[in-house]
Nanobody, 124 residues
Framework: QLQASGGGLVQAGGSLRLSCAASERTFSSYYMAWFRQAPGKEREIVAA????????YYRDSVKGRFTISDDNAKNTVYLQMDSLKPEDTAAYYC???????????????????WGQGTLVTVSS
């Protein structure tokens, strides 16, 4: 139901755009988010949007560098990543939640639907 793509190898300071193609049903979910997981670390939220509107959420370390957006016509959510740093290296996952929530859900177990990971490697 979610298909992530766009990862790759990039030098520090470079850019990548991740895409998450969803089925129409999944795309109508309340929340869409991007998580990442580096080797030996827990999965952490990177950015999230409420499909009903409101400001998107970004974790502090990516604010001003990453942008989450969606395209209704394509049932796709994007994560534009600029000024990449080696510490951004991780497997990136898109996720969807189809139930309401007060605020922005940030824990992985708050999301029922997951895409496969796409690997982002940033070299120094």
């Amino acid at each position: 139901q979610l298909q992530a793509s766009g990862g790759g190898l990039v030098q520090a300071g470079g850019s990548l755009r991740l895409s998450c193609a969803a089925s129409e049903r999944t795309f109508s979910s309340y929340y869409m988010a991007w998580f990442r997981q580096a080797p030996g670390k827990e999965r952490e939220i990177v950015a999230a949007i409420s499909r009903s509107g409101g400001a998107p959420y970004y974790r502090d370390s990516v604010k001003g560098r990453f942008t989450i957006s969606d395209d209704n016509a394509k049932n796709t959510v994007y994560l534009q990543m600029d000024s990449l740093k080696p510490e951004d290296t991780a497997a990136y996952y898109c996720a969807a939640r189809d139930r309401g929530y007060f605020g922005i859900p940030m824990r992985p177990n708050s999301y029922a639907y997951w895409g496969q990971g796409t690997l982002v490697t940033v070299s120094s």
